[in-house]
């Protein structure tokens, strides 16, 4: 019994002192990136298969602008890592220091593109912003009310289906018509409808845009005069 208890004794004493050991062994230093995130001006992405979607892209002049990146492109990886989706494409752009170049691969109308850009910080982005709404002119006006996103027939893509115009406004004076089908605005291609939403916003008030619609069997290009948001 007595060999019992001086055991027992023992096992709490070499208890005790690995305790106090581990209290007087320093932490590692938790590693803090000085830097902070990524901004791609890209306002949403949206789970897809194969990887995430671009809803849309904002400001103009933001990385993804100046790379070409438009709304429906189907990123597919970033800076060689998958982006299976929203919630891994978000910590890759939380883990990348802003003002790094990253190679974006991506897809659009089913064919696959590659791009180079530099990222930006949220002050930059921000900055960008100020820019636009203080550029000295109203935001754009097109005219439409109600529209949504289809697949063009006999084409491998996607555009905005107008199906609601405003009479009096700038697309239905310039002839276009509800039901056509619209892909491209002022250069960009059209797959979301936010995208268009904002590409109207950024065009000049009064000034003219060249806009590509499907018409029927028909692919259409039509001048617009911008009008202007109040």
Do not use: C
């Not at 802003?98 to 089913?110: A, L, N, Q, W």
């Amino acid at each position: 019994m007595t060999w019992i208890l001086i055991g027992i004794a023992l096992l709490f004493a070499v208890g005790g002192v690995l305790t106090a050991l581990r209290k007087n062994v320093p932490l590692p230093p938790r590693t803090v990136s000085s830097q902070p995130r990524s901004y791609l001006g890209i306002n949403e992405f949206e789970d897809a298969e194969g990887g995430v979607v671009v809803r849309d892209v904002w400001p103009p002049d933001s990385p993804a602008d100046k790379a070409g990146i438009v709304g429906g492109d189907l990123f597919i990886a970033f800076d060689g890592h998958a982006t299976v989706d929203k919630k891994e494409m978000t910590r890759l752009l939380a883990d990348t220091p802003s003002g790094k170049t990253v190679e974006i691969i991506y897809e659009r109308d089913g064919e696959t593109k590659k791009v180079n850009l530099t990222t930006m910080a949220r002050a930059e982005i921000d900055h960008l912003e100020g820019v636009f709404i203080n550029r000295g002119t109203n935001a754009g006006q097109f005219g439409y009310e109600d529209a949504r996103v289809v697949p063009v027939p006999g084409k491998n893509i996607k555009g905005v289906l107008l199906e609601r115009l405003s009479p009096s406004g700038p697309a239905a004076l310039a002839g276009l018509l509800e039901g056509d089908i619209l892909i491209e605005f002022d250069g960009a291609p059209i797959r979301t409808e936010s995208e268009l939403v904002l590409r109207v916003r950024r065009a000049i008030p009064y000034t003219t845009v060249k806009v590509v619609v499907i018409r029927g069997a028909e692919q259409l290009e039509i001048p617009v005069k911008i009008g202007k948001r109040g």
